[in-house]
């Protein structure tokens, strides 16, 4: 999409939780703005107090973060929602987290107005509230990556304030398209349209699949494995990310606990789940920083990548895999499994079968295919997916047919 004078919009991409050190988040954050910074656009990087790898990871985008009212407003709803017994599914902490998304919504449409012209707006923060952003959002475009499942409310009042929300959004959607803008909202998986369908439909948005971000090609440190101290002739296994509740570790575990040729790694929040009789040969726990991500990268030769059964979105160690040209092991989630087979990037396994997780690693290629790598890299590339958001908002057909737009 270019404007009347062929130049590219401004874009300002949006994460409320980029401080924080915590999985793939701030990386995805950088990754979705440097894309369409290499389209050529102009691109802001907001965020509610400040971004984690700002001194570790540099980026051609200028980053921004809320004004004092609006940070103080964020601050006290996650201090509210720490207070609420039930977290963010107790009355309070659902109140603090919709307070906390109208305050990222209203920053991000006065960011765009101060930027001018027809900003975009992209909102990567991990909400599971489409239509409270449409809600907000008042002019432009805007497009929504959601990685989440809609909730299903436990009670009635909750039921009735989602109704409320998406008959709002549906009349700001209206007017908004009357004045040249729309709110799209964009989801990695076909399972995730499904769900998030009558929502959409309700709330009068666009909804339409696109890639995760992608990743570019990073060349390997030669000597990482001598920086960490392990042995280079070591063959070496990854099991690289934050710990949540669809992550199945125990079955990693328990497979590489019979793979005495295989030496694991275990980084990030997963590496305190580690049991006293698993076989690791060493341990990352916490936010790994850039440095370290990137020797683990560069000494690995396999990534292993375990869910439990029902894991409906995409993994960013998977895009690592792709990025940094490394065989994956893969629990068979069908978005997951679309891509490793597409492009030829390793085996899969049956979520919670150890065995068919040893067998997985024994198949894995040593090396990825360079031709299949290379599409891989070149499809799924940031300017791609990048290119993917600025087609979503800047086409208004009435329907949009969801196998064509992904």
């Known amino acids: 999409m270019r404007g009347a004078d062929g130049v590219l919009p401004a874009v300002v991409v949006v994460e409320r939780r980029a401080h924080e050190r915590l999985g793939h988040y701030p990386v995805l954050f950088a990754e979705v703005a440097e894309g369409f910074a290499a389209l050529g656009c102009r691109v802001t990087m907001l965020t509610a107090h400040g971004w984690c790898l700002e001194t570790e990871r540099a980026t051609p985008c200028a980053l921004s973060t809320y004004g004092h009212a609006a940070a103080v407003l964020d601050g006290l709803a996650q201090w509210l929602r720490q207070m609420s017994w039930r977290g963010r ?25 101060r930027l001018g012209g027809d900003t975009v707006v992209v909102v990567v923060a991990d909400v599971d509230a489409p239509a409270l952003i449409a809600a907000f959002a008042g002019r432009g475009r805007w497009l929504i990556h959601t990685y989440l499942a809609p909730r299903h409310p436990p009670r009635a009042i909750w039921l009735r ?82 710990s949540y509740d669809e992550k199945d570790p125990a079955t990693v575990f ?47 030769n396999l990534l292993v990548i375990s869910f439990h059964p029902g894991f409906d979105r995409n993994s960013g160690t998977l895009r ?22 597409k492009y030829k990037l390793g085996t899969v396994f049956r979520p919670g079968d150890a065995s068919s997780l040893v067998r997985a690693v024994r198949a894995a290629p040593d090396e990825l295919d360079p031709v299949q790598l290379a599409r891989a890299q070149s499809e799924r590339s940031y300017r791609i997916t990048a290119q993917q958001a600025l087609d979503a908002v800047g086409v208004t057909p009435d329907v949009i047919d969801r196998r064509d737009t992904g």
């Open 254 to 300: 328990e497979a590489f606990s019979r793979l005495d040729e295989w030496h694991l790694i275990v980084a990030g929040g997963m590496a305190a789940q580690i049991p006293p009789t698993a076989r690791v040969l060493r341990a990352y726990p916490g936010f790994v920083d850039e440095r370290t991500r990137e020797l683990l990268y560069s000494s690995a």
């Open 320 to 341: 690592d895999a792709i990025t940094w040209s490394i065989p994956v092991v893969c629990s068979e989630q069908p978005q997951l499994v679309e891509v490793v087979t």
């Open 89 to 113: 599914r107790g009355w309070l902490g659902r109140l603090a987290g919709m307070l906390q998304v109208v305050v990222m919504t209203r920053e991000a449409a006065a960011t765009a107005r």
């Open 161 to 242: 304030v989602d109704r409320v929300v998406e008959r709002l959004a549906r009349a700001a959607e209206w007017f908004r398209r009357r004045i040249g803008g729309c709110c799209v909202v964009a989801v990695p998986s076909d399972v995730l349209w499904e769900k998030w369908a009558r929502v959409a439909e309700t709330s009068g948005l666009r909804l339409v699949i696109t890639l995760q971000a992608g990743g570019g090609s990073s060349s390997s440190i030669p000597n990482a494995r001598e920086q960490l101290g392990i042995d280079g002739s070591y063959k070496v296994a990854l099991l690289f990310g934050a």
